[in-house]
């Protein structure tokens, strides 16, 4: 009901928006069809009676050919600028929304050794109603490669999202090296493992600890490269 109402609402203020421009186009040509049309009138009237030569005709035409551009650049200007400020407004909200995974108060960085997985009893729902993880435990020597194989729905992108620390576990805990995940920093935790995921994941954490890790990691990288 709520998405229905915000969709409505969505659509009306589409309409607002569009007639508001539409009628502001259209005003804005009539302002300049009419004027050219009065400021025409009268040069004829002038030429016609001897007051003004043709030349001052045709230069009027000439002035408001070069005026008309610039003037109806600044008629949009005021559009663009609120339109931006929209679009400003909007990354604000976005820059203030909290992750729900965050680093723990005190959690250690992640020490890689032989990439050990040990995932214990793990269990987790998107939604509590649906579980798509129960009790599943395994372990995986570093080193060696191991395959998922199941059902689509199975929970086996779920194991790796919950790898990745995108989600925290429900409850059971998952250890690499004898390190559970929740408590190590993500930065440290990421930086050590490599995914090439079927969804992009573009978001996966606040827009400013992304700008700041992206940060990190160049100045990691000129400072080794130097
Ligand atoms: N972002 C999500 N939000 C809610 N439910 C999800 C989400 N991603 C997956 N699921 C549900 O979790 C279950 C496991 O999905 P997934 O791990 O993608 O399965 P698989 O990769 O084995 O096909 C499915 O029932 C799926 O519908
Ligand atoms: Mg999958």
Redesign the pocket.
Known sequence: MAIISAIKNYQKAELNYVLGITFLGVSQSLIFTVGLLGASFLAVYEVSKGNKPVGSFVTLLSYWAQLGSPLAFFANFYRKIQTQMLDAERLLELFQRKPSVVDKPGAQEFQLKSGEIEFSDVCFA??PR?P?IKNMSFRVAGGSTVALV?E???????CLKLLFRFFDVNSGSIKIDDQDIRGVTLWSLRENMGVVPQVCFRNSNAILSICSSCFQHRTLNSSTTR
């Open positions: 998107y939604d649906k798509a199941g689509t729905g199975g929970g086996k992108t779920t």
